[in-house]
């Protein structure tokens, strides 16, 4: 995410920080390398003016602080700019006084508002709500499909209806339907076209009044850049916002979008999307943003991620077959995968404070390359191999190593693996801990 922008800010840090102490000089040389790079990301200028002017003021007026270098100082305050420039406060869905609370969302074509209706469902029936989705694109053949089979696979309620039918027609039987299951919330989704257009425009707000949200959310592809403040303010001006759901942050974008949007428009991000995975939907926060994309990592996103991720019933139901020491190969797969699943090693890395530097040369791959040759050796096994590992003799693992492409001692190397997580959770029920326990979480090497 915004890797570009966060390399080149990242040498200007370091140039000035090689300095001691800073003239107004140096100070200029290095807002000047910060313009060039905002400006390169796709900044709209207004923008990136605004944000240097007040750097500069305040980086040549401010009082010394002690605890802090003269580097550390205009860091400080470039990161400051940069949270006011993308917001400031997080900003929250805001719910109706009376039940159901409606969000509308909208969006030019392939924006990503299918996608984000049933990400942004799941997390609000993570959060305890009561979501309903509405799929209210009739204009798109397969656009009802699409959501039907989104929508099943999280096991989120859906209203739909013939394409034949008007959507304010379906939106107002879906209000009736949220009523009678007592739905929280209704997510509807809306058509999209490729340009800004009358019938669009006439649609979405004949659906607005009607239904009343208290959302209206546009999602934007934050790989458009100045394009997408264009189509935010333009949708703002026909139909009305209360929030922006930027897509697509995981591409390579250059950043622009993100950067300018909030300032420009003067609407509040409200989400990210950073992939295609339903569990990729994160709330905009813009101090995590800034702290990003000056390279100074964001732990807490990523701990709020991985909670997310981890299937806490999955979770339980490991832990009592733990418990019971019926531990074995499938459980250890399926472990294997939740962790993995909690971010590739090189988001982590992204991540960590000071570790974007080398996330170029993060073990990402290895990390996948890893997984990938355990799951093949689990799953040739057969069933009583993987439920009874001691039965591995030196045949079925010679059998086991052809089957994966893979050599027996691969085999071995998961199977000790293996055997080192069962001794510990066992102990760990037994509440004490094995002596080398340091040496417990080798995963076996690639
Ligand atoms: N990488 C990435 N892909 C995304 C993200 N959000 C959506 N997509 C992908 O973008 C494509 C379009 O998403 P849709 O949700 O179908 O977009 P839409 O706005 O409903 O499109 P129309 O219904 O045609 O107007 C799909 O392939 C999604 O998987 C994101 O945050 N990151
Ligand atoms: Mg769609």
């Known amino acids: 995410m915004l890797e570009v922008l966060t390399q080149k800010l990242s040498k200007v ?13 140096d100070i200029d040389e290095a807002l000047r390398q910060v313009r060039l790079a905002l400006l390169e990301a796709d900044v709209n200028f207004k923008v990136v003016k605004e944000f240097l002017s007040k750097v500069k003021e305040q980086s040549l007026g401010t009082e010394v602080l002690h605890s802090l270098t003269p580097a550390q100082q205009v860091i400080k305050i470039i ?15 805001a719910s109706a006084s009376h039940l159901p609370s409606v969000a509308l969302l909208v ?12 990400k942004l469902a799941v997390q609000l029936k993570q959060g305890g709500q009561r979501p309903l989705l509405v799929a209210a694109d009739t204009r798109r053949p397969a656009a009802v499909e699409q959501l039907k089979s989104l929508a099943k696979q999280q096991d989120i309620p859906i209203y739909s209806e013939d394409s ?8 107002k039987h879906a209000l009736k339907e949220a009523k009678e299951r007592a739905s929280t919330w209704i997510i509807v989704d809306t058509q999209g076209r490729l340009h800004i257009d009358e019938a669009m425009m006439a649609e979405l707000a004949d659906v607005k009044s009607a ?26 001006s026909r139909i009305g916002l209360t929030g922006l ?5 995981d591409g390579d974008a250059r950043g622009g979008a993100a950067l300018s949007i909030r300032f420009i428009s003067g609407i509040p991000i409200k989400f990210m999307g950073t992939g295609e995975k339903i569990n990729a939907l994160e709330p905009f926060y813009p101090d995590r943003l800034a702290s990003r994309i000056l390279g100074m990592g964001d732990m807490l996103s990523f701990i709020e991620q991985a909670e997310k991720t981890f299937d806490q019933q999955q979770a339980k139901d490991l832990e009592r077959k733990m418990r019971s020491t019926g531990f074995d190969l499938e459980d250890l797969l399926s472990q294997m995968r939740q962790i993995h699943k909690m971010g590739s090693l090189g988001q982590l890395v992204e991540m960590i404070p000071g570790f974007s530097k080398f996330a170029p040369y993060s073990p990402d791959e290895e990390g996948e390359k890893r997984l990938k040759k355990v799951e093949a050796i689990i799953l040739s096994m057969t069933y009583e191999e993987r439920h009874n590992p001691t039965i591995i003799n030196g045949s079925r693992r010679r059998r086991i190593a052809r089957g994966s492409g893979t050599t027996p001692k691969d085999i071995n190397q998961v199977l000790n693996y293996f055997y080192q997580v069962r001794k510990l959770t066992q102990s760990l029920t037994r509440g004490k801990l094995p002596k080398n326990i340091m040496n417990m979480f080798n995963m076996p090497t690639p």
């Open 164 to 171: 034949k039918v008007a959507p304010i027609t379906i939106c």
């Open 245 to 249: 759901i930027l897509t697509k942050m």
């Open 211 to 236: 239904l009343q949200p208290s959302e209206v959310l546009l999602t934007v592809d934050a790989m458009t850049g100045q394009d997408a403040v264009r189509v935010a303010q333009e949708f703002h």
């Open 79 to 93: 990161n400051k700019e940069l949270i006011v420039i993308l917001g400031k406060e997080p900003s929250c869905l």
């Open 13 to 25: 840090f370091d140039r000035l920080q090689g300095r001691g102490k800073l003239s107004e000089g």
């Open 107 to 118: 969006g030019l074509q392939g924006s990503g508002k299918t996608t984000t209706a049933v």
